[in-house]
């Protein structure tokens, strides 16, 4: 559901005082609302209706509150719509049941309007970062990614977007399985989320890409500081993902695409800083394919680095000293 248009909103409730209430809390341009008296014209109009939420009466003819709700969420096109269940009993058993069979929240009659609606804006809230949120990481994922860098372009807003990505991750991932991949990919989600938090704006956005990619929407101003300290962090910790013997030696043997076998180093990290600032976008997409360009570049330089993008004087910052000559050498970082 596009958060410009209006909630479809499907009430089921064999009273018509009840659905009279419900309906009226909710008379404003931001829904759209449809009834249903029994059970069974309840599943029909979920069929025919497509809503966003539907508020559910327990006691209802032909078909109870209960049937109708396990029926929604054991479908696969209904199962991510969220119900609210609604009863005049007060017994925790009632609760019980309709919380096991899927219901989403729960109401006794009688009930706050005003509390309705807003439960109603908390589930479609929670439906919609759920629906685009990454499965491992629970980040936002690319739709919300997308949007919200839009949102700054059309809000004309200062940002900077930090693309984040790993160096040798398929090498790790396909030497020491998919189990201690994923807790790679966790880890570096919460290396991110800490320096945000540490150095960035309360507002500021973190997304999950997929795989080992990530973005971060900030302001130009905080940039700096917050990349540095995912690096630090990155780069004092990877090694105990890593046995002895491999950090040892400081690299993983294993074959490239074109199955010749080489050595890899020890993952690392790349950050390409894409701002507005010396730039007019019109469409994320504009954005994400100067990030793309800018990783291409920094990808080549060993050890963890972010580089931003400006078209007279690009700042490289890096972990080591081997750097190219053309870019300006990096801020110090705390603890390198």
């Known amino acids: 559901m596009n958060s410009t248009e209006q ?9 018509p005082d009840t659905r009279d209430i419900i309906r009226l809390s909710l008379n404003s341009r931001a829904y759209r609302i449809s009834e249903a008296r029994t059970g069974v014209e309840a599943l029909e109009k979920v069929n025919a209706y497509d809503p966003d939420i539907v508020v559910l009466d327990i006691m209802l003819p032909e078909k109870s509150g209960m049937e109708v709700c396990k029926a929604l969420k054991e479908s696969t096109k209904t199962a991510h719509v969220p119900v609210i269940m609604l009863t005049a009993k007060q017994t925790i058993h009632d609760k019980v049941e309709g919380l096991n069979i899927g219901a989403d929240d729960y109401l006794v009659k009688p009930f706050d309007p005003l509390e309705l609606e807003a439960r109603i804006k908390a589930l479609l809230r929670k439906m919609r970062r759920d629906l685009y949120a990454n499965p491992l990481t629970h980040l936002p994922g690319n739709v919300p990614i997308e949007k919200e860098i839009q949102r700054a372009i059309d809000e004309q807003r200062s940002f900077a ?30 290396t991110i989320l800490d320096s945000v938090k540490r150095f960035g704006n309360a507002q500021d956005f973190v997304g999950h890409i997929g795989g080992d990619d990530f973005v971060v929407l900030t302001t130009p101003d905080k940039a700096d500081q917050i990349c540095q300290e995912i690096i630090r962090i990155f780069d004092s910790l990877i090694p105990i993902q890593y046995n002895e013997e491999d950090v040892t030696r400081g690299y993983l043997i294993s074959e490239d695409r074109r199955g010749e076998v080489k050595k890899f180093p020890l993952m690392t990290i790349s950050i390409a800083v894409i701002t507005n600032e010396n730039n007019q976008f019109i469409h994320h997409l504009q954005v994400a394919e100067k990030a793309a360009e800018l990783k291409r570049h920094i990808k080549k330089i060993e050890g963890s680095k972010y580089q931003k993008d400006r078209r007279k004087s690009p700042t490289l910052a890096l972990k080591n000293d081997t750097a190219d000559p053309s870019l300006s050498a990096p801020p110090a970082m705390d603890g390198q």
């Open 161 to 190: 977007a930090l693309f984040i990505d790993l160096d040798n991750f398929k090498v790790y991932n396909d030497n020491y399985g998919y189990a201690a991949g994923n807790r790679i990919i966790k880890f570096c989600a919460q």
């Open 7 to 15: 909630t479809k909103v499907l009430i089921v409730d064999d009273d």
